[in-house]
């Protein structure tokens, strides 16, 4: 009897649980309500091999990554299937087995974050649930008056105001929706298709290398949404052809890195970070995404603009043209995600259908491209080469994306079940004297500082969660302030110490990382003014409702951006440097005086 080897039965296993989760997902989008005490906890479930067995890097991580997985599935499943018998306990577990399926889920969940993105993250949440125990014995005003064990595990677990919270609900429904439609996509032709339509439209300009990074990084980043993958991904074309036309590795490798960071404020995804929004804000999908294209616009714009400026100092030469793609290849590669999402964007704006169902049409739409190429042909075994890979690697950045979700849901349960978010955003407005300026810089500060230990969107909530009130009782507008919390907890991907789109990009192209840092930092300035640009000119947020005065306001800000940038960049003399900088950033905030 034939058997099949024990590698094809693994990997066959593993792209039958990828498809499940896949089809789970998409399931629900289409399958109308299911309670939250049985999807979210089911979400879970299927994540936690895929990053406690799949990612284990070593065989003591294997052994005890099954174990955790065996037991996080397990209290998963019964809080799913005890779903309305929990209901009726209101947060408030009964008995030591109800204990011990909440610390079971607490630690696991812990653990998996741990394993997924490193220490930082889960020390936070640890001392976090620390607090949240023994915070009672704080003498002054960040102490608390104390919890009930029972109530406080339970909270967390049994009930939606911990990891079965609302964030949670976000990584469920809408999430892991976009990360399926972008991994589809991505399995395909449309990688290809945005590398030739950037080729096509900037590959003859000056510096035309760099700008084809530009805007192929703004394209893939607005599916990706994860700085990191789009520099492997879109890096792995660019630095090379940069390379190869013999622009400096440093500036090589620093667009690249500021590039692909832009995908994170790239509507439609934003690295997770809209959906998240739209339920600590409340504001409908289709606002946010309105109020953040201009904002990305002019973070690409100052990018341009350097990259403008490095051309004129280093002569930097266009794509050649036996290396640009033929118009016939930019056409039909570019079909191949101009359908998915135009499907996406008729389904939302012309149907009015909910984000996460016209997502689950366009990935319908994405998947029936896959069975054609780019010599609109097909082939079997690339059809299925292309499935495995969009199951499999959607999969995997579902499973990311929710370890990061789940730890960062037992913060914000702490947080409120002890009220010390209250009291964070009190020292706030005690520390800035009620002034909304220097609130602003010490949100700033800290969302650097926690953005260089957590990943963005777990940075955005942690912030805004103690510093979003504050911001808000001073006079912004909810939006404002998220957006403002979000594009600063991002600036940690090209700022040092810990600028990790920077790490990798560097390392691509063998280039000492700080000097990639301090050359990102330059073209990525944008990424420090626009943020308080927001504030001071808030119609730029306004597209939606005052298109005219948010252009006005863009319009504004791309004039003193690119005074700031180019001085920084083109004028290389120190009098220039700063005149064009100080007149760059009165433009800039000119908004605050007219």
Request: charged share 10%.
């Amino acid at each position: 009897m034939n058997t099949l080897p024990k590698s094809r039965l693994v990997s066959g296993f593993w792209l039958l649980l990828a498809a499940g989760l896949v089809g789970y997902h998409l399931t629900l989008i289409f399958s109308g309500l299911v309670p939250n005490l049985v999807s979210r906890p089911l979400h879970m479930a299927f994540i936690l091999p895929f990053v406690l067995i799949l990612g284990a890097s070593s065989r003591a991580g294997l052994v005890s990554g099954t174990v955790l997985t065996v037991l996080g599935v397990g209290a998963a499943l019964w809080i799913a299937l005890n779903n309305d018998m929990l209901g009726d306990q209101y947060g408030f577990l009964e008995g030591d087995f109800q204990k011990l399926i909440a610390i079971t889920l607490l630690v696991v969940t812990l653990e998996t974050a741990r394993r997924a993105i490193g220490w930082p993250l889960p020390i936070v949440a640890g001392l976090a649930l620390l607090y949240g125990l023994y915070g009672q014995y704080i003498p002054g005003q960040f102490g608390h008056s104390g919890t009930p064990l029972s109530s406080f595990l339970g909270t967390l677990t049994i009930a939606e105001g911990g990891i079965w919270g609302s964030l949670t609900g976000v990584s469920v429904g809408v999430v892991s929706i976009f990360v399926i439609f972008g991994a589809v996509l991505n399995a395909g032709e449309a990688g290809q298709g945005f590398m030739n339509v950037a080729a096509a439209a900037a590959g003859r300009l000056k510096g035309g290398a760099a700008k084809v990074s530009v805007i192929s990084s703004a394209l893939f980043g607005s599916i990706s949404g994860s700085a990191s993958a789009n520099v492997a991904s879109t890096g792995a074309i660019t630095l090379p052809a940069m390379t190869k036309l013999g622009y400096p590795k440093r500036l090589s490798a620093a667009v690249e890195a500021v590039a692909s960071s832009g995908g994170q404020i790239m509507p439609p995804l934003m690295g997770a970070g809209a959906f998240v929004m739209v339920e600590l804000t409340g504001v409908p999908y289709t606002s946010i995404m309105a109020a953040a294209i201009l904002p990305a616009f002019l973070y690409f714009l100052a990018v341009w603009v350097g990259i403008n400026a490095y051309a004129s100092r280093y002569d930097l030469k266009g794509v050649d043209e036996a290396d640009r793609p033929a118009r016939r290849d930019v056409i039909i590669t570019s079909l191949f995600f101009l359908v998915p999402f135009s499907v996406l964007l008729w389904a939302m704006f012309g149907a009015k259908f909910t984000p996460e169902y016209s997502a689950a049409l366009a990935i319908l739409a994405g998947a029936l491209l896959l069975f054609i190429n780019a010599d609109l042909k097909s082939n079997r075994d690339q059809i299925i080469d292309r499935f495995t890979s969009a199951v499999l690697n959607a999969a995997r950045q579902v499973s990311m994306i929710a370890a990061i979700i789940l730890c960062a849901s037992i913060i914000i349960g702490v947080l409120s079940i002890t009220g010390l978010g209250v009291k964070i955003t009190s020292l706030i407005l005690e520390g800035s004297g009620g002034l909304l300026w220097p609130s602003l810089l010490l949100t700033a500060l800290a969302c650097l500082i926690l953005g260089m230990e957590v990943p963005t969107t777990a940075a955005y909530v942690i912030c805004v969660s103690v510093a979003g009130p504050a911001l808000t009782q001073l006079g912004l507008e909810p939006l404002q302030a998220h957006l403002f919390v979000f594009w600063f907890a991002l600036l940690s991907t090209i700022t040092p110490p810990v600028c990790g789109a920077v790490f990798i990009a560097a390392g691509m192209i063998g280039e000492n990382w700080l000097k990639v840092a301090l050359t990102a930092m330059a073209l990525g300035i944008g990424l420090y003014i626009i943020p308080l640009g927001m504030i001071a000119n808030p119609d730029m947020l306004r597209l939606a409702e005052a298109p005219v005065a948010a252009l006005i306001a863009m319009i504004r800000v791309a004039v003193g951006l690119t005074l700031v940038s180019y001085g920084l960049i083109g004028a290389r003399k120190i009098v220039p440097t700063v005149l064009m900088v100080l007149a760059g950033l009165l433009v800039v905030f000119s908004g605050l005086v007219i």
